[in-house]
Every structure is written in structure tokens, then in C-alpha cells.
């Protein structure tokens, strides 16, 4: 900082102490994102240098998305805000997600006290239709909705409004019904045998839910007969 003031340059200074050119390229296969610029600095400490930084995030947004570290370091700063903050800025950290790993680990937990408000901007995001912007809203409920109360929202959100075509979508999805099966078995059931969601993706679901060491071998079993 100079006087008080975060500068980008002195940023991304302190960013590239902490990188490692071997994790750089293990990471940089797992983003699977040629066009990405990653350092190699692990979540832990961008998670840290985040919290450190949490009170800057409108001069954060000013900075160039060149590295993937730096807009992971934004989204994660943001995350750390209050609800009454958070909302101020997630329309603008939304848009600069673009890969998967930055968008999983944007779980701000101020949501989970503001369910029922944030349901708005979960709307706003699968209407929007970008592949980002559903993954993000399949996340989240994901991270804060998977809830008896909450279930008919997500099917709506899995069977109606996502576009599955997007590989990142589907694979949300799928991730999200798994969950659903491993804590609300019956109601999954009830929905993967409504035929509901397109065979891609409620195989996947099932694949993905019988993976889960919280499932038993007969439930399991079933899942696998309700494949198509």
C-alpha cells in the first residue's frame, strides 16, 4: 500500500513471492483453461492474502484479471464482506469468473443468514445464461440450500433453467442433485425417477452419488437401476 491506498503493481508483487512454477503447471491442467496466466500460488495463501486485503475490494475490481490468482484473490475478498457489502459487488465479481475452481471456491458464507434475499440474485444469474454465471448459481445452492425447504427451488433451477449444453453447468448439476440424494434420498429418487433431467446429466448425478461413502451399498444399488 501506498498511503493508504492498495496499488496493483505492489499487489501482484506480493502475490508472486508465494508462487510456485511446478504447482503453476500441475493447476494449470486441472483448470483446463489454456488461456489462463497462473502463477502457482496455493488456495490456503490466496485465501489469507484475501482476508488481509477484504476492506480494498473496490480498488481490487479496478485490476486487471491477467492472473488467475488475482481475480481468485478478488472473488475471495469479497466473500469475506458482510451480506449488505457483499451484495454491493457480486454482480461485478460474477462476471469476471472464468473457470471452474475460482467459481467453486466463491462460497461467501454471508449467504447462508440471507437465503431467502439472495434468491434474487440466484434468479438474475441463470437468467443471465452464461456458463459462469449458472455455475455460480448451482454452486451456491449447492454450498447454502441443500435444505428440506429449499428442494423445489433446486429442481427447478436443475430441470428448468439450466442450460445443460455448458460442460460447467452439467457438471454443477449434476454435483447438486448428488448432494441432494446423499442428504434428502427419497425426494432425489422421486425427482431423477420424474424423468425430469436430460439422460446426461442424471447419469452423471447418479455416478456422482454413488461415489459418496455416505450412501449404503442397497441405495447405491438402486440409483445404478434408475440409470439410462
Given at each position: 500500500?501506498?498511503?493508504?491506498?492498495?496499488?496493483?503493481?505492489?499487489?501482484?508483487?506480493?502475490?508472486?513471492?508465494?508462487?510456485?512454477?511446478?504447482?503453476?503447471?500441475?493447476?494449470?491442467?486441472?483448470?483446463?483453461?489454456?488461456?489462463?496466466?497462473?502463477?502457482?500460488?496455493?488456495?490456503?495463501?490466496?485465501?489469507k492474502l484475501a482476508k488481509k486485503y477484504k476492506d480494498c475490494v473496490p480498488a481490487l475490481l479496478t485490476f486487471p484479471d491477467e492472473y488467475y490468482e488475482v481475480t481468485f484473490l478478488k472473488l475471495q475478498a469479497a466473500a469475506f464482506?458482510?451480506?449488505?457489502?457483499?451484495?454491493?459487488?457480486?454482480?461485478?465479481?460474477?462476471?469476471?469468473?472464468?473457470?471452474?475452481?475460482?467459481?467453486?471456491?466463491?462460497?461467501?458464507?454471508?449467504?447462508?443468514?440471507?437465503?431467502?434475499?439472495?434468491?434474487?440474485?440466484?434468479?438474475?444469474?441463470?437468467?443471465?445464461?452464461?456458463?459462469?454465471?449458472?455455475?455460480?448459481?448451482?454452486?451456491?445452492?449447492?454450498?447454502?440450500?441443500?435444505?428440506?425447504?429449499?428442494?423445489?427451488?433446486?429442481?427447478?433451477?436443475?430441470?428448468?433453467?439450466?442450460?445443460?449444453?455448458?460442460?460447467?453447468?452439467?457438471?454443477?448439476?449434476?454435483?447438486?442433485?448428488?448432494?441432494?440424494?446423499?442428504?434428502?434420498?427419497?425426494?432425489?429418487?422421486?425427482?431423477?425417477?420424474?424423468?425430469?433431467?436430460?439422460?446426461?446429466?442424471?447419469?452423471?448425478?447418479?455416478?456422482?452419488?454413488?461415489?459418496?461413502?455416505?450412501?449404503?451399498?442397497?441405495?447405491?444399488?438402486?440409483?445404478?437401476?434408475?440409470?439410462?
Amino acid at each position: 500500500m501506498t498511503n493508504g491506498t492498495l496499488l496493483y503493481g505492489e499487489l501482484l508483487t506480493e502475490i508472486k513471492t508465494y508462487a510456485e512454477p511446478d504447482y503453476a503447471a500441475f493447476h494449470k491442467r486441472l483448470l483446463k483453461n489454456e488461456s489462463l496466466n497462473v502463477l502457482g500460488v496455493r488456495i490456503p495463501t490466496l485465501r489469507k492474502l484475501a482476508k488481509k486485503y477484504k476492506d480494498c475490494v473496490p480498488a481490487l475490481l479496478t485490476f486487471p484479471d491477467e492472473y488467475y490468482e488475482v481475480t481468485f484473490l478478488k472473488l475471495q475478498a469479497a466473500a469475506f464482506l458482510p451480506y449488505g457489502e457483499f451484495v454491493k459487488y457480486v454482480d461485478k465479481c460474477v462476471a469476471i469468473i472464468d473457470n471452474w475452481a475460482a467459481c467453486d471456491c466463491f462460497a461467501p458464507k454471508c449467504i447462508a443468514k440471507h437465503r431467502e434475499e439472495f434468491l434474487e440474485y440466484l434468479n438474475g444469474f441463470m437468467l443471465a445464461g452464461g456458463e459462469y454465471e449458472q455455475r455460480f448459481a448451482l454452486t451456491t445452492l449447492l454450498h447454502f440450500y441443500v435444505e428440506e425447504n429449499w428442494l423445489k427451488v433446486i429442481f427447478s433451477f436443475v430441470s428448468e433453467r439450466a442450460n445443460l449444453q455448458f460442460y460447467y453447468v452439467h457438471m454443477a448439476a449434476a454435483w447438486l442433485i448428488a448432494e441432494v440424494l446423499v442428504k434428502h434420498y427419497d425426494r432425489g429418487v422421486e425427482f431423477l425417477q420424474s424423468g425430469a433431467l436430460e439422460a446426461k446429466t442424471h447419469n452423471k448425478a447418479i455416478q456422482k452419488a454413488r461415489e459418496s461413502y455416505r450412501l449404503t451399498k442397497e441405495q447405491k444399488d438402486y440409483l445404478k437401476s434408475l440409470k439410462r
